[in-house]
T-cell receptor, first 113, second 110 residues
Framework: GAGVSQTPSNKVTEKGKYVELRCDPI?????LYWYRQSLGQGPEFLIY????????DSGLPNDRFFAVRPEGSVSTLKIQRTERGDSAVYLC???????????FGPGTRLTVL | DAKTTQPNSMESNEEEPVHLPCNHS???????IHWYRQLPSQGPEYVIH???SNVNNRMASLAIAEDRKSSTLILHRATLRDAAVYYC???????????FGTGTSLTVIP
């Protein structure tokens, strides 16, 4: 079966622009996670969805970051007024239930010029 | 969530066993110990997890100290494809966050 997919694989934008990153989880997985990974660091938790609702968004760095999962499947991470410090690989993961094994996508590499 | 401490890097010869240590001295009774690994240019992948007893699966073994303040991931015969960053993570049964830390970068020497 298909794994977690993320689009685009690469995104280059200019400082101040708005970007959307998409995650398609494994079908039937109720839990969905977003992480951010900077060079040489481990993934950093951003937000967790259980179904359609954001059960834990404590990792979002500021109010420029927002994520949605309106139908409990596909999720979109939205970043407003991008800054150079937002440049990183954004990883999405899904799991069958909140405490199950997480399956990660390949990530979206965001570069803010 | 409690944090973990791992060596930054380790080396192993191909086809030799590898023991990757992790210290988690502030672990609580409800924390599970998870291991994930990340191959170059890929997302992390699950390796193994446990609570108190040692665990074995097709990829690796997990040895957990009796006081649970440390654990060791064991790769029985390292292959070149095992070269990756290995993350030891504690996960509470009441929390949904994974704190990855910086992990151990494993180099496998042919």
């Amino acid at each position: 079966g298909a794994g977690v997919s993320q689009t685009p694989s690469n995104k280059v934008t200019e400082k101040g622009k708005y970007v959307e990153l998409r995650c398609d989880p494994i079908s039937g997985h109720t839990a969905l996670y977003w992480y951010r990974q900077s060079l040489g660091q481990g993934p950093e938790f951003l937000i967790y969805f259980q179904g359609t609702g954001a059960a834990d968004d404590s990792g979002l760095p500021n109010d420029r970051f927002f994520a949605v999962r309106p139908e409990g499947s596909v999720s979109t991470l939205k970043i407003q007024r991008t800054e150079r410090g937002d440049s990183a690989v954004y990883l999405c993961a899904s799991s069958r239930d909140p405490f199950g094994e997480q399956f990660f996508g390949p990530g979206t590499r965001l570069t803010v010029l | 969530d409690a944090k973990t401490t791992q060596p930054n890097s380790m080396e192993s010869n191909e086809e030799e066993p590898v023991h990757l240590p992790c210290n988690h001295s502030t672990i609580s009774g409800t924390d599970y110990i998870h291991w994930y690994r990340q191959l170059p240019s890929q997302g992390p992948e699950y390796v193994i997890h446990g609570l108190t007893s040692n665990v074995n699966n097709r990829m690796a073994s997990l040895a957990i100290a009796e006081d649970r303040k440390s654990s060791t991931l064991i790769l029985h015969r390292a292959t070149l494809r095992d070269a990756a960053v290995y993350y030891c993570i504690l996960r509470s049964n009441t929390g949904n966050q994974f704190y990855f830390g910086t992990g151990t970068s494993l180099t496998v020497i042919p």
